[in-house]
Nanobody
Framework: QVQLVESGGGSVQAGGSLRLSCAYS?????MAWFRQTPGKEREGVAT???????TYADSVKGRFTISKDNAKNTLYLQMNSLKPEDSAMYYC????????????????WGQGTQVTVSS
């Protein structure tokens, strides 16, 4: 059974930083971070593939960094210069078919970790 377990969320003031972690039991070619707020569609935040190529949503470019430690089976999302609009439940994901990571339909998801940024 594939397991993805996020951690590292919390409450922080605007301008602060958080590092999210996702411990995984399985990783496909692509891994990703998504976020969702109530009443809104889930938004792709960042992706990383097996050779280390990364992509970012325009809203987080220059502030967030996705990385992966294969030895620890852990995916990370370093979030700096946080804004109130970054507040959301953050999910890690893997699985699915394809090599174009932003367009993959992921089929394994974690339970999410909440990030709240106050102004």
């Amino acid at each position: 059974q594939v397991q993805l377990v996020e951690s590292g969320g919390g409450s922080v003031q605007a301008g602060g930083s958080l590092r999210l972690s996702c411990a995984y039991s399985y990783s496909n070619f692509c891994m990703a971070w998504f976020r969702q707020t109530p009443g809104k569609e889930r938004e792709g935040v960042a992706t990383i593939d097996s050779v280390g190529s990364t992509t970012y949503a325009d809203s987080v470019k220059g502030r967030f960094t996705i990385s992966k430690d294969n030895a620890k089976n852990t995916l990370y999302l370093q979030m700096n210069s946080l804004k109130p609009e970054d507040s959301a439940m953050y999910y890690c994901a893997t699985g699915g078919l394809g090599l174009d990571c932003p367009r993959v339909s992921y089929n394994y998801w974690g339970q999410g970790t909440q990030v709240t940024v106050s102004s």
